[in-house]
C-alpha cells in the first residue's frame, strides 16, 4: 500500500494560477506547507504558497532544489514540459503520473488513445496542408474545427471553417504546419465529469456538471440540472472509469463530454487536473475537487463525493465583468445568501481573461443558473461604468 503523505508535509505545484491556488488554500487548511514552481509570491498561487520558485520551467538546477524541498508533487496544467515531469518524477512522486501528461498535451494522441478505449469521439483526422484540410471537410459533411494539436485553450488554436470558407487561406493564416480536424457535431448540451482515482484503484466521481460557453471560454456551469438524465450520469461515469483505469490515475481527471442531439456521449477532450467547472464543488459539495485532488495525491482515506445542497451554478469573472471600486453598489448582487464570490487575486484586469468566479447555491438548477447570471450582471454593470479593462 502507498504511503500516506499526512498534514505537515509539503505539497509541490507546477504552475502558479488559479487552479494551483485553490488546492493550496484547500491544502494549507488541513496543515500542509505548499511550494509552487513558475510563478513568484504575487502569482495566483503565490500569495498563498510557504514557498516560490520563480524559474523557468526546464531550470533544471531550480527544479531539483523545488524537488528536494516537497512530499509529492502534482500540476495546475497540462502544459508542463516534458523535461519538467521527467526531473521532478525522478525524485519525488508526480501525480498524475507523465503518462496522462504527455497525452492530455497532444490532441492526436489523446484522440488515438480514447479511440482505442472504444470511447467515442466526433470524427477527426491529422493534416498537414490546406488540400488534405480540404478533403476532411468534404469527407465529415462540410463544418469542421481545424484544431492545433498542442498547447490550445479556451478556444485559442481553433478555427471553424463552413462549406464556403477559404480552406487555402484558413490554413496559411493560422500559422499551422499540421493539425487536427473534427467534424463538426449537433449537441444538445455539454457536459463534465470530475473524478478522483487513489492509488489502491477506488474511484469516486462529482455528478455531471452541463457547461455553458461564451466565445470559446467556459461562462456557466450547472451541477444538478434535470438535462442530465440517471442514464447519462450513468455513461459518463462509466466513461471517466475507464478513462481513469487505463492511464493507472492518480489524482483528479476531467473528462468533457459532448451530448450529440441523438443522444451519444462523446469524449471531447480530458484534464489531468481539476477543471474550472468544478469550482462550484468547493461550496456544492463536502469535499471540494481541490480536496479531492489532495486526497488521491497523498493517499488519505477516500471520502464520498456527497452534496450539500441539491444544485449550485458557476459563473466565470472575466476582466470586464469587474468594477475597479468595489462600492456598496457594486457588490449589492452579493446579499444573496446563496452567493459567493472567489477572486484569484490576479494584478491586472484584462477582457476575456479569467480573474475570478461566482458560485450560487440552492434547490433548483434553473434558479441557481439564472441567479448567478443575474448577480453576475449586476457587477458587469458597475464594471461598465468605469474605464473598460485593456
Not at 163 to 169: A, L
Not at 322 to 337: C, Y
Request: overall charge negative; aromatic content about 6%; some cysteine.
Amino acid at each position: 500500500m502507498t504511503e500516506v503523505i499526512g498534514p505537515g508535509s509539503t505539497i509541490g505545484i507546477l504552475g502558479a494560477g488559479q487552479l494551483g491556488r485553490m488546492l493550496a488554500i484547500s491544502a494549507r487548511q488541513m496543515g500542509y506547507r505548499v511550494a509552487v514552481f513558475g510563478g513568484d509570491r504575487h502569482s495566483p498561487c503565490g500569495q498563498v504558497s510557504d514557498q516560490t520558485w520563480d524559474a523557468d520551467f526546464e531550470d533544471q538546477d531550480q527544479l531539483e532544489e523545488f524537488a528536494a524541498a516537497v512530499d509529492v508533487v502534482t500540476y495546475e496544467f497540462e502544459n508542463v514540459p516534458a523535461l519538467t515531469a521527467a526531473i521532478t518524477s525522478a525524485r519525488k512522486p508526480l501525480r498524475p503520473g507523465v503518462r496522462l501528461l504527455e497525452t492530455a498535451q497532444n490532441r492526436l494522441r489523446e484522440k488515438t488513445e480514447l479511440s482505442k478505449l472504444g470511447l467515442k469521439t466526433a470524427r477527426f483526422r491529422f493534416v498537414h496542408s490546406p488540400t488534405e484540410l480540404s478533403q476532411a471537410r468534404h469527407d465529415f459533411g462540410g463544418r469542421v474545427i481545424l484544431k492545433s494539436n498542442t498547447d490550445g485553450y479556451d478556444g485559442k488554436g481553433q478555427w471553424a471553417l463552413s462549406d464556403s470558407d477559404d480552406v487555402k487561406s484558413i490554413f496559411e493564416n493560422s500559422k499551422l504546419e499540421s493539425g487536427l480536424v473534427e467534424e463538426h457535431v449537433e449537441l444538445k448540451y455539454e457536459l463534465s465529469v470530475i473524478a478522483g482515482r487513489w492509488s489502491n484503484g477506488h474511484c469516486e466521481f462529482f455528478d455531471p456538471i452541463v457547461n455553458h460557453h461564451a466565445n470559446h471560454i467556459l461562462d456557466v456551469s450547472v451541477s444538478g440540472a434535470t438535462l442530465v438524465t440517471p442514464k447519462i450520469a450513468q455513461q459518463s461515469r462509466e466513461i471517466a472509469r475507464a478513462i481513469l483505469e487505463h492511464f493507472d490515475v492518480v489524482g483528479v481527471l476531467c473528462v468533457e463530454l459532448f451530448l450529440t442531439a441523438d443522444g451519444k456521449l462523446l469524449v471531447n477532450e480530458i484534464a489531468p487536473r481539476p477543471h474550472n467547472s468544478g469550482h462550484l464543488t468547493i461550496e456544492a459539495c463536502h469535499c471540494s475537487q481541490f480536496e479531492l485532488q489532495l486526497r488521491t495525491i497523498c493517499n488519505l482515506p477516500p471520502v464520498a463525493l456527497q452534496r450539500r445542497t441539491p444544485s449550485a451554478a458557476m459563473a466565470n469573472l472575466l476582466g470586464q465583468h469587474l468594477p475597479n471600486n468595489w462600492t456598496a453598489e457594486a457588490l449589492q448582487g452579493l446579499t444573496i445568501p446563496e452567493s459567493h464570490l472567489h477572486l484569484y487575486g490576479k494584478q491586472h484586469r484584462q477582457t476575456g481573461r479569467k480573474m475570478g468566479h461566482l458560485t450560487v447555491t440552492g434547490c433548483d438548477a434553473d434558479l441557481t443558473e439564472k441567479t448567478v447570471r443575474r448577480v453576475r450582471n449586476h457587477l458587469a454593470s458597475a464594471a461598465e461604468l468605469e474605464t473598460p479593462p485593456e
